[in-house]
């Protein structure tokens, strides 16, 4: 769903008692707006990062809490070798140059996925931020990378279970599997946004969606601005959510 309304207009028509705690992302259709123009598909990635720019601004723009973005699943791996090694550099890129603005606007980073399967010196940086960032208050910023749901299941799982083998103590439930996930402590999303129109979860957040609104937009990613994010934020004020009960109407 779309209006015309301007960036201010849309702005002024959220109501900000209302807004999602938790917004994920998965950024998609980086590779089709490179070859709609002619491009090499890693200038799709590249120009996908103004995208992350103007999302995280509208993010903190409105004071949304939780911003999570699908970066690297764990499926990308089998994309040809030269677009992973250039998309890990502008991993790191981005980082380097994001560092100073993520101070300044007090963003805390934060990473969810098998982040010890990236290469060494992405995990050096990362660790870099997430040490730099992590006494701040704004925004929490999670990047998904080497990130797949039901990895993430598998690997919660046998952490519980090593924790009873050893302790003898502990319990398989809903709460001690959140607890054991990558995303311990991030609020459940309640807005899931997806861009270039596929209907699809691509193995994200499979657990912690399962009450999520989903929002999808034929955009590509690097043509995803902030009003594209207020857009999506206003049309989840519509929403009646109900968690399978009769809701309040
Ligand atoms: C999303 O864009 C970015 C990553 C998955 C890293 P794609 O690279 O998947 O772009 P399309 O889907 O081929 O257009
Ligand atoms: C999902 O996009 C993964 C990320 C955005 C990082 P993909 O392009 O990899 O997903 P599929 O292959 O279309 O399902
Ligand atoms: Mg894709």
């Known amino acids: 769903m779309t209006s015309q309304l301007s960036e201010t207009g849309l702005l002024s028509a959220i109501d900000r008692e209302r807004l999602p705690h938790h917004i994920a992302v998965i950024m998609d259709g980086n590779g089709r707006w490179a070859q709609k123009r002619r491009l090499p598909r890693i200038a799709g990635h590249r120009a996908g990062m103004r995208a992350v720019r103007q ?25 040809p070798q030269a677009e992973v090694d250039l998309l890990m550099a502008l991993l790191r890129e981005f980082l380097k140059k994001e560092m100073r603005q993520m101070n300044r606007y007090r ?40 990130y797949g749901a039901r990895a993430e299941i598998v690997d919660a799982l046998r952490k519980l279970v090593r924790k009873l083998k050893r302790s003898g103590k502990g319990e398989v439930s809903e709460r001690a599997i959140s607890q054991a ?30 009450y999520a609104e989903l929002w999808v937009t034929d955009t590509l990613w690097p043509d995803f601005t902030r009003r594209d994010l207020y857009q999506a934020v206003l049309d989840y004020q519509k929403r009646e959510r109900r968690y399978g009960g009769l809701g309040l109407s």
């Open 107 to 146: 963003i805390r980073l934060r990473v969810i996925g098998r982040t010890r399967e990236l290469p060494k010196a992405v995990q050096q940086d990362l660790r870099k931020a997430i040490e730099a960032t992590k006494r701040n208050t704004g925004l929490t910023l999670s990047l998904a990378l080497n």
């Open 55 to 79: 999302g995280v601004e509208a993010c903190r723009r409105l004071g949304v809490p939780y911003l999570t973005l699908y970066a690297f699943s764990v499926e990308n791996w089998k994309r």
């Open 181 to 210: 996930l990558y995303t311990r402590g991030l609020p459940d999303p309640d807005l899931l946004i997806r861009t270039s129109g596929e209907m699809r979860l691509s193995n994200f957040l499979l657990w912690q969606a399962a």
